[in-house]
């Protein structure tokens, strides 16, 4: 295959918390288990990435040039990662947001804030989070390098990375893209921000709201890229990739029904836990469904037409096309894109459950935060809070195990994938 005929690969990261642990593992069996034509191939041209997926791309990115490397240290970081490398978990910290949210409430629930406010401006008592994550800061400047990352794509290793945060003043999606010169961003959709990616890029797109703190980018403030863009398939896109590897990490097949047929008992009160749990799946809310289903339609489309008037077609329609621009309007070309998505076989909230509880077993080996939270959501079932802010070992490895088996399930299609290849085998015909 030509260089002119090679597709251009995209690895597209979604967001989840500590669930992106699940993400390491798939991209492990890649680069240790896939034919080493591809395994130790740099195959990702454009990474895009939002919240805990934001910090997995910037890690990609910036050992592109080492594909084995690639693969076996970003899964030596999830295996080895603590809550401590994410946020302050001792009893200093914990004793600082209860005192913090005391403050907090007290000044603006009873109105003193406006009283200290004309005393002392600056001696208001603004909520800024439940964790403090300072200790992010120091973990991604010492296992990611971004001097590399604008290496790799000065040198054209790769083409562009997207980091996807969400504005908080506007709501709007902060699309922040580090690109190439010579690699084109096609229009539509939000408007990027060029940048060159730095640490607080990535700390935006992950601070889950209330829960981490909002960083400040050139005076204004952003937080998790999932109450926007979960899963970045439009940047890839307008990056001009035509392969997507998607790393989902909420399994659809695992969805609960309600039905409002009366029930023999009533149902228990809701815990906190379950709570606070569907919340944080509304933040992380996935519509790359929504996204399949159109690249299927277009790509159907183009078959069709392919199919009713020649190969040649499609590129007569582009032709033409891009012969008629309008005024101020890009005019991009029509082409397929193949999407290939890996996503948890098992519940993970289920995983964070059983794990959560086994460390329960044995309180005095937990730190003070998780005492605390141990306190706000124990209780049985599944756990999707904890499955979110669970930085801790066993987990951990559960999950990128996890994603190293459900990548061993595809390993003939994401082979066909790379080798560009129809995904689909049809069975042989019987005489």
């Known amino acids: 295959m030509s260089e002119k005929e090679k597709p251009t690969f995209a690895l597209i990261l979604s967001g989840g918390g500590a669930r992106g642990a699940y993400e390491a593992g798939v991209i492990y069996y890649i680069r240790t288990q896939l034919p080493k034509e591809i395994a130790e191939s740099t195959l990702f041209k454009i990474f895009c ?4 997926g934001a910090i997995n791309t910037t890690h990609m990115a910036a050992t592109a040039a080492d594909p084995l490397y ?21 009893t200093r910290a914990l004793t600082g947001f209860l005192v913090k949210s005391g403050f907090f409430m007290a000044t603006n629930f009873f109105g003193l804030n ?11 008592f603004p909520f800024r989070s439940i964790l403090d994550t300072r200790p992010f800061i120091t973990y991604m400047r010492r296992s990611v390098s971004f001097a ?6 000065s040198r054209r290793l790769i083409d562009a990375i997207t980091i996807s945060a969400s504005h908080l003043h506007s709501g709007d999606l902060a699309l922040f893209v580090e690109k190439h010169p010579d690699v084109n961003y096609s229009a539509g959709g939000n408007p990027p921000l060029f940048c060159n990616i730095s640490p607080r890029h990535v700390l935006a797109s992950a601070a889950i709201p209330i829960i981490f703190p909002s960083i400040r980018i050139n005076r204004q403030f952003f937080a998790d890229g999932g109450m926007r863009q979960n899963t970045p398939v439009s940047p ?7 392969r997507l590897l998607v790393i989902s990490l909420r399994n659809k097949s695992i969805e609960h029904r309600f039905t409002l047929e009366r029930s023999a008992a009533p149902e228990p009160e809701p815990k906190i836990s379950n709570i606070l749990g569907h919340l944080l799946n509304t933040i992380f809310l996935d519509k790359i469904d929504y996204d399949l289903d159109q690249m299927r339609r277009i790509n159907f489309l183009i ?33 397929p894109v193949v999407p290939f998505v890996i996503s948890p076989s098992e519940d993970i909230g289920a995983i964070a459950a059983d794990i959560f509880e086994k460390m329960l077993r044995n309180r005095k080996h937990l730190n003070p935060v998780h005492r605390f939270f141990a306190n706000v959501v124990e209780g049985e079932g599944e756990n999707d809070f904890m499955s979110y802010l669970l930085f801790e070992p066993d987990y ?9 088996e459900d990548a061993q399930k595809e390993h003939d299609r994401l082979t066909n994938f790379f080798l560009n290849l129809p995904l689909e085998t049809k069975p042989a015909v019987q005489a």
């Open 236 to 242: 890839a896109i307008h990056l001009g990739a035509d």
């Open 114 to 124: 406006r009283i200290l406010g004309k005393v002392d401006p600056g001696a208001t």
């Open 396 to 404: 951990l490895k559960v999950l990128v195990q996890l994603g190293f």
């Open 49 to 52: 990435g939002t919240s805990v």
């Open 70 to 90: 690639q693969g076996a240290y970003l899964r030596k970081l999830w295996m080895e990662l603590t809550a401590e490398d994410i946020y302050f978990a001792d």
């Open 303 to 335: 078959r069709d037409v392919e199919e009713e008037f020649g190969s040649e077609a499609l590129a007569s329609i582009n032709k033409k096309r891009l012969a008629r621009r309008i005024a101020n309007k890009e005019v991009t070309a029509i082409r």
């Open 148 to 153: 590399q990352i604008h290496r790799n794509i």
